[in-house]
């Protein structure tokens, strides 16, 4: 029933792995993002797809690739992973302005 | 581009009493308005919105906010908060349309007992 899912929600990892988490949303919505949120809580626009297309990119390593397969799947990918990437990303939809998230991927860089 | 500023990074209350979270925004354009929460280990929950009409607006759980466009703020308010209103706040901007929301650095409102 959960409207915006994540997996997974807790992803350890080595400096310099590769990661993916991915996102799925059942609202029939078609925008889908990702917010990074530092460990200050500071909650920044990472992507934004609309409809599987790119639509906005913020200042984002070129290491964090997003996909969507489907405008109800949006998946990210993080290639050689740094200590700096240790945050929570949270997924989230849209129908307009109201945005609707997914619980979170904390995710932690050793 | 529209900004947030919230003032506040943590308010600490005491139950039953009043509360406000500020929240002020910068945009050269009409905006939508949005308060959101998030408990501990939780994802954003939207708590309000303020998209176009009255002013304030108001959540089930006794939470109201108002737009102030002269002042360019939408301060959250709570006139008796409990001990369950602990959480992180978030106050967001979007430009009218299908825009991303920007967010404000939060405020963390730690009610005592």
């Known amino acids: 029933d959960t409207a915006v899912s994540q997996t997974p929600k807790y992803l350890v990892t080595q400096m310099g792995n590769d990661k993916s988490i991915k996102c799925e949303q059942n609202?029939?919505?078609?925008?889908m993002y990702w917010y990074k949120q530092d460990s200050k809580k500071f909650l920044k626009i990472m992507f934004s797809y609309n409809n599987k297309e790119l639509i906005i990119n913020e200042t984002v390593p070129n290491r964090f690739s997003p996909k969507s397969p489907d405008k109800a799947h949006l998946n990210l990918h993080i290639n050689s992973l740094e200590l700096g990437d240790s945050a929570v990303y949270f997924c989230a939809s849209s129908h307009g302005p109201k945005l609707f998230f997914g619980e979170g991927s904390r995710l932690t860089v050793l | 581009a529209q900004s947030v500023t919230q003032l506040d990074s943590q308010v600490p209350v005491f139950e039953e009493a009043p509360v406000e979270l500020r929240c002020n925004y910068s945009?050269?354009?009409?905006?939508?308005l949005f308060w959101y929460v998030q408990y501990p280990n939780q994802g954003l929950q939207l708590l309000l919105k303020y998209l176009s009409g009255s002013t304030l607006v108001k959540s089930i759980n006794g939470f109201e906010a108002e737009f102030n466009k002269s002042q360019t703020s939408f301060h959250l308010r709570k006139p008796s908060v409990h001990i369950s209103d602990t959480a992180e706040y978030f106050c967001a901007v979007s430009r009218s349309g299908n825009t991303p929301l920007v967010f404000g650095k939060g405020t963390r409102l730690s009610v005592i007992a």
């Open positions: 945009s050269s354009v009409s905006v939508y």
């Open positions: 609202l029939g919505h078609d925008t």
